[in-house]
């Protein structure tokens, strides 16, 4: 008779067989027991298992150490697809992945600010219906859909609470996703899943703390603590976008009076844009006739084509950045800041008035050098982190 115990174990060496193999990329049998300590036998048992259940494929032979050659093992690509979801506030991005993380279809499209919830979750269920049709012939077909939600999310029942941005209060998401397409989701808070995304994909990966910022309409902060990330005691850490920075400030979306995201995010760059067009600033690039076409993207390539409002704008911008940055590192020290979403994409303008900030006025740093980077996935930060929502499930629980 096999107990729950032994179940329990048996499910824990898979795991860590799966694991190891990702890790490792290509690696023998014999290469898996002496990495992981796991019995020769066991180890065999185990990878026919995830071979049979088409997760782990053999390559061939690798070169011998005496003894006959092994064999060779890698993930199966080929096992399955997954399909995240970056749902953003001005646009939603969806791609389909192969089990390793290789995008194999993508495709974003804008939504207008404050656009009717209905239509906004019709543009999502939408986007995942293409990725499925898009998605090639697997062992496992589509293993699993993963959403990142800019708002607080309850992430163990996909429910989300609120969403400010989106002025979304108590939305069953997970619970629509999966009805409509009979598919395992996974909905979790856009910053989380950037977090997450950068530890699996990302720059994050040889770090066990660094915390991640997503810098967009908002401003929202995933959490890694000893190579996991951090949720709080009910699972909403991280809304560092609505500390208060200011008592004196004009009302957030959220409710609050003076939080960081009124003053660096892309909300508050276009705030900047228009006060400086409307005291009469302008340059060959914006005028007061472009107001109303701008947005962070327009703002960031005409700085990048020398408009001198434009970078004054996201000097700005890099600034107030700066000044939340401070606060985090002195709060958690980790080894890095990672920034995402939109804003990093102007990385050669506000990320030396981020390190100029933070050097003149973080406390820490003067002691422990943190690392400050932009996010190397860019743009693709949330939907990978979507992805990785639904990979790392699949490698704790290969049976799921």
């Given at each position: 008779?096999?107990?729950?115990?032994?179940?329990?174990?048996?499910?824990?060496?898979?795991?860590?067989?799966?694991?190891?193999?990702?890790?490792?990329?290509v690696?023998?049998?014999?290469?898996?027991?002496?990495?992981?300590?796991?019995?020769?036998?066991?180890?065999?048992?185990?990878?026919?298992?995830?071979?049979?259940?088409?997760?782990?494929?053999?390559?061939?032979?690798g070169?011998?150490?005496?003894?006959?050659?092994?064999?060779?093992?890698?993930?199966?690509?080929?096992?399955?697809?997954?399909?995240?979801?970056?749902?953003?506030?001005?646009y939603?991005?969806?791609?389909?992945?192969?089990?390793?993380?290789?995008?194999?279809?993508?495709?974003?499209?804008?939504?207008?600010?404050?656009?009717?919830?209905?239509?906004?979750?019709?543009?999502l269920m939408r986007?995942?219906e293409?990725?499925?049709?898009?998605?090639?012939?697997?062992?496992?077909?589509?293993?699993?859909?993963?959403?990142?939600?800019?708002?607080?999310?309850?992430y163990?029942?996909?429910?989300?609470?609120?969403?400010?941005?989106?002025?979304?209060?108590?939305?069953?998401?997970?619970?629509?996703v999966?009805?409509?397409?009979?598919?395992?989701?996974?909905?979790?808070?856009?910053?989380?899943?950037?977090?997450?995304?950068?530890?699996?994909?990302?720059?994050?990966?040889?770090?066990?703390?660094?915390?991640?910022?997503s810098?967009?309409?908002?401003?929202?902060?995933?959490?890694?603590?000893?190579?996991?990330?951090?949720?709080?005691?009910?699972?909403l850490?991280?809304?560092i976008?609505?500390?208060?920075?200011?008592?004196?400030?004009?009302?957030?979306n959220?409710?609050?009076?003076?939080?960081?995201?009124?003053?660096?995010?892309?909300?508050?760059?276009?705030?900047?844009?228009?006060?400086?067009?409307?005291?009469?600033?302008?340059?060959?690039?914006?005028?007061?006739?472009?107001?109303?076409?701008?947005?962070?993207?327009?703002?960031?390539?005409?700085?990048?084509?020398?408009?001198?409002?434009?970078?004054?704008?996201?000097?700005?911008?890099?600034?107030?950045?700066?000044?939340?940055?401070?606060?985090l590192?002195?709060?958690?020290?980790?080894?890095?800041?990672?920034?995402?979403?939109?804003?990093?994409?102007?990385?050669?303008?506000?990320?030396?008035?981020?390190?100029?900030?933070?050097?003149?006025?973080?406390?820490?740093?003067?002691?422990?050098?943190?690392?400050?980077?932009?996010?190397?996935?860019?743009?693709?930060?949330?939907?990978?982190?979507?992805?990785?929502l639904?990979?790392?499930?699949?490698?704790?629980?290969?049976?799921?």
């Amino acid at each position: 008779m096999v107990t729950a115990d032994q179940l329990l174990v048996k499910q824990i060496n898979k795991s860590i067989v799966l694991n190891t193999i990702r890790k490792k990329e290509v690696i023998s049998r014999a290469g898996i027991a002496e990495f992981t300590g796991l019995n020769k036998s066991t180890v065999s048992f185990l990878v026919d298992e995830l071979i049979k259940e088409g997760l782990v494929k053999e390559i061939g032979l690798g070169e011998s150490k005496g003894g006959r050659k092994p064999i060779m093992l890698m993930i199966n690509d080929k096992g399955g697809c997954v399909i995240g979801v970056d749902l953003g506030v001005n646009y939603i991005l969806s791609v389909l992945t192969d089990l390793v993380g290789n995008v194999l279809w993508e495709k974003k499209i804008d939504i207008r600010l404050g656009e009717d919830k209905e239509k906004v979750i019709g543009l999502l269920m939408r986007l995942i219906e293409e990725a499925m049709e898009n998605a090639p012939r697997t062992v496992n077909g589509i293993m699993g859909i993963g959403v990142g939600v800019p708002g607080i999310v309850d992430y163990r029942k996909g429910l989300v609470l609120m969403a400010p941005n989106l002025k979304w209060k108590d939305v069953p998401l997970k619970e629509m996703v999966e009805e409509r397409f009979k598919i395992k989701v996974y909905i979790d808070n856009e910053a989380n899943v950037g977090a997450v995304g950068e530890k699996w994909f990302g720059i994050g990966v040889e770090c066990s703390n660094f915390i991640y910022v997503s810098a967009g309409i908002g401003i929202g902060t995933g959490i890694i603590i000893n190579g996991a990330l951090y949720r709080g005691a009910s699972g909403l850490a991280g809304e560092i976008g609505h500390v208060t920075i200011n008592i004196y400030d004009e009302l957030c979306n959220c409710g609050n009076i003076g939080c960081w995201e009124n003053y660096a995010s892309e909300r508050a760059l276009l705030d900047y844009m228009r006060a400086q067009l409307k005291q009469g600033k302008q340059d060959d690039y914006i005028n007061s006739e472009s107001i109303g076409d701008l947005n962070a993207l327009r703002i960031i390539d005409f700085a990048h084509k020398g408009s001198n409002i434009a970078i004054e704008g996201l000097k700005e911008i890099g600034r107030n950045l700066g000044i939340g940055i401070v606060n985090l590192i002195n709060i958690f020290n980790p080894e890095m800041v990672i920034i995402g979403n939109t804003l990093s994409l102007a990385e050669d303008i506000i990320l030396p008035e981020i390190l100029d900030e933070v050097s003149k006025k973080c406390f820490i740093y003067k002691y422990h050098d943190v690392k400050i980077r932009t996010s190397k996935l860019n743009f693709h930060a949330g939907a990978m982190g979507a992805v990785s929502l639904v990979i790392s499930k699949l490698f704790a629980h290969p049976e799921f």
